[in-house]
């Protein structure tokens, strides 16, 4: 997750504002680090990923079982790529070097039908 403006700015005014002694102080250091504010948003920050982290497994397994509509199941392939993605999980090498030869094979033919119509 990315820092909020606001935690940005509260960081800046405390660089700007104290004292080098008091900088080198715990205070300091907890005011330079933003604060309490600070260490909620880590806390979100962790308590989100874990869901996530929780919730991928569930997901991928009802992707995995689901017959029937199609709409639900490219909602499920859906929302299993955004946790993914939101975990940094990278997504399989089979499935990249597939989505690659697909791009490179329409390439190719969109290259013979130029050539084909000069």
């Known amino acids: 997750m990315q820092t909020s403006h606001r935690l940005r700015l509260k960081r800046h005014v405390a660089r700007a504002s104290l004292s080098p002694a008091v900088a080198r102080t715990r205070l300091g250091r907890f005011l330079l680090a933003g604060g309490v504010e600070a260490v909620e948003h880590a806390a979100a920050e962790a ?25 639900v199941a490219a909602l499920l392939r859906d929302e299993v790529n955004r946790l993914r993605r939101r975990l940094r999980r990278r997504p399989p090498r089979d499935a990249v070097r597939t989505q690659t030869r697909e791009r490179v094979r329409r390439w190719r033919a969109r290259q013979r039908l130029a050539i084909s119509l000069k």
Do not use: F, N
């Open 47 to 71: 308590a989100i990923t874990a869901v996530w982290r929780e919730w991928l497994p569930a997901v991928e397994r009802m992707r995995r079982e689901w017959r029937g509509d199609r709409l």
